[in-house]
Structures are given as C-alpha cells and as structure tokens.
C-alpha cells in the first residue's frame, strides 16, 4: 500500500470528496487555506530514523496541545470556578483534567485509607464505611454531565460579557462516573419511617452540605470513587464525592464524607441562601435543583477566526437535567429560521450530547446560535423570556440561547439579539 493513502477505504473516499479540486467543499477548502494543498507542505523527516521517547508509567499529553483550564477572580461565584476549554473539546467526555471546577473552602489532601463515610439519623443500623468497603460493593458506571448553577450568570446582565464559550459556558463538564448506588448503602442501613430527604456534608473546609430528596436519593444517585476510569482528581472530590444525575452541580457533595438521613430539608447554607434564586418580588427560591435543557456552539465560537469562506462543520453541545436531549437546531439568522443539527451516539440521559451541521459560510456576517429541545419537550427559551419571569437579578440557572456573531473578517464574537 502506497504511504500516502489512508488503509481505510472509507476514508479515503471521504477525503476525496472533500479535498477533491472539482467539488464545491474542496475548492471551498483549499481557498479558505484550511488545508494547504499537498504539494505546498514540506516533507516529512523520515520518521523510521528518530527514535522514539521511552515509555511513560502514567501518561501525559503531547507537549502541542495546549488546552488549559482558565480561573476566575476573586469576587463572585464564578470566582471560585475553573472553566473548562469547551471551544477545544471533542466528542462528549471532558479529560478529568479539564474538567470543571468550583470549591470553596479549596481542595482538601484526602488519604483514601483514612477517609470515612458516616451514615446516620434516621437509620436502624447507622455505619461507618471505608473507601476499600464502598469499591467492594455492587458498582455501576454512567456517563453524566455536571453544571454549575452559575455557568453563563454573566450572560445574565453583568459587564463585561464572556469572550470565549469557555467563560460563558465553561462551568460544565461530561465524566464517566463510577460508583455505588446510595440507595444499596441506605438500605443496608435501613431506612426508618418519616425519613424522607439526607443531608450530605464534604471534608472539606466549607462542608458543602445540601439536603437531598429521598425520592431522587432511591432513584439515581451514586456515591462515586471513579472518574473517566480512575479515581476522581482530587479537585473533583477525591475519593468520594455525590452524583445527583441532572441535578445542580453545587447538590453533588465532594469530599462526601457524612450522610445524615432526616425528615425534612435542613436548609443549609447551600440550600438557602448560598445558592437561592432572587426574584422579581424580592423574594427567594431556595432548595433549586434541575438544570433545565441548555446547548451551546462550541466551534464557531467567540475567539474563534474563520480563515475565510468555504466549508465547516458547526459543532456544540447539548444537555438536560430532565434526561435524553431529543434535537438540536441551528440557526444562521439570529433566530429567524432554524435547520435540524445531527446528534452524535451516544446520546445518553444526562449527559452532554454532540450536535454537527454541515456549513457552507459565504464570508458575510451572521449571528449563530443552538437551540435544545428534551424528552419532555420543553425548548431552551432566549434570556428575554426568562428574563420576563425571573427579573434582572436572578442569575443563576442562565440556559438561554447563546448567539455567536461571525463577522466578513471570520472574526467570531459574543453578541445579545
Ligand atoms: N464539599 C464540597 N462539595 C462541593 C463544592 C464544594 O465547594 N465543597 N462545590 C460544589 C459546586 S458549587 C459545584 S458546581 C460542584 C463542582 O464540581 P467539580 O468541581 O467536580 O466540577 O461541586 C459541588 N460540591
Ligand atoms: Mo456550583
């Protein structure tokens, strides 16, 4: 077989029709400079006289990607928070390390043969658990999104706006999530009548306690010790943490080191007024815990450069805390008129899904943006609507259609339509 060409058929195919001079996409391309055309590339070094580096005991990745989490200051919620690059991510698993984080009380050096999870309250036999006794339990793996509740709060109302998807939209990350099911530990406690919700507390130095409903408790929640196949990075809660499936990211405890099973809300800090929404009325929403449906375009996003018209692939991500994301649409006319995006496999329940259009840009300016619609039905609104329900304070919960403007110049920037 001839080096240059690809051993699978399929894809040479493929790059043929993209790269092939005589096709609109090729053409498109090759003025566009995505790909240089192949006579104008250098040749390769001839990679059978280099010797390659020695192996590694645990692995790192190439010295070219770059990609990094980016921190916040130091005066609001997004303060405390790490934002995941979303703009160079690929498919629908984030890296454990770039995934998003939020701590407040930083992050605690925990030794897993010391830690400790208490079970107590309204128990017949309350328990305390090692982590060698929790991973020899009955275990399970799922792939699920967290967000935090003030991912996109700036797109609310506050100045300056996020440039980049991974200021406005980079509270929220996609693990393969292992653990036990916290129901298998309740029961083997045994739950007492009139025990309808836990508190969970965090060994770290905020606590982060949070009640929780039993009903959701017995449904889908996990007490987790894997993270993408490992233990979780200690910034995610190594080596126990909570995972409330759709739920509020601030709801799933790290650091998990107590479970207090009890019979009404304890109103904590976090549930109260760490987290609460304020209303137009002054009042407050307190114990908030869905994410509602929420996508955003990824690529091309604020930041980004267009290297001209031609061919791309316009690609984002979609999610919902009420289950499976049903469709994506895209629009090119800042909301005018919209065309179905293709949904990547897997599309699982609580999880980011990858959403794909093929698009021809022609050079002139346009406003992009996604719109996600759940099992339920329900539609992701524009800030507008919600702003007509919840005012101008209530920033959290932000899962309004995010617009992308991509200017003659390729320049692609954060607009409000
Ligand atoms: N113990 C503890 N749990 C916590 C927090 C914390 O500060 N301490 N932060 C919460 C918040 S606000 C969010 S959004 C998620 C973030 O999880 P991550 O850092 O793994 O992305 O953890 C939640 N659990
Ligand atoms: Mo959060």
Redesign the pocket.
Known sequence: MSPSRPPDDKLSTTRRRFLGQGTAVGAALATGAAWAPAQAQPAPDDPSKILGNPVRPYGERSPFEQAVRTHGGKTDEVGVGSFTPLDESLGIITPSSL???????GVPDIDPAKHRLLIHGLVDRPVVLSVEEIRRLPSTSRILF?E?QGNTQKEWWRKPKGKTVQWTHGLT?CSEWTGVPLSLLLREAGIQKGATWIVAE?A?A???ERSVPMAKVMNDVLVAYGQNGEAPRP???YPLRLIVPGWT??I????LRRIKVVDRPYLTRMDGTGQSVLLPDGKSRHLNFVMEAKSVITSPSGGQRLGGPGFYEIRGLAWSGRGLVRRVEVSMDAGTTWRDAGLQSPVLPFAHTRFRLDWQWDGREVVLQSRCTDETGYVQPVLADLVKVRGLNSHYFNNAIQSWKVAADGSVHNVHV
Do not use: P
Request: aromatic share 8%; with cysteine; hydrophobic share 15%.
């Open positions: 995934h998003y984080e939020v701590h407040r009380g967290l935090c990350s965090g770290d905020s606590g982060n910034e995610n809660g990211g601030n799933n405890v790290k650091w």
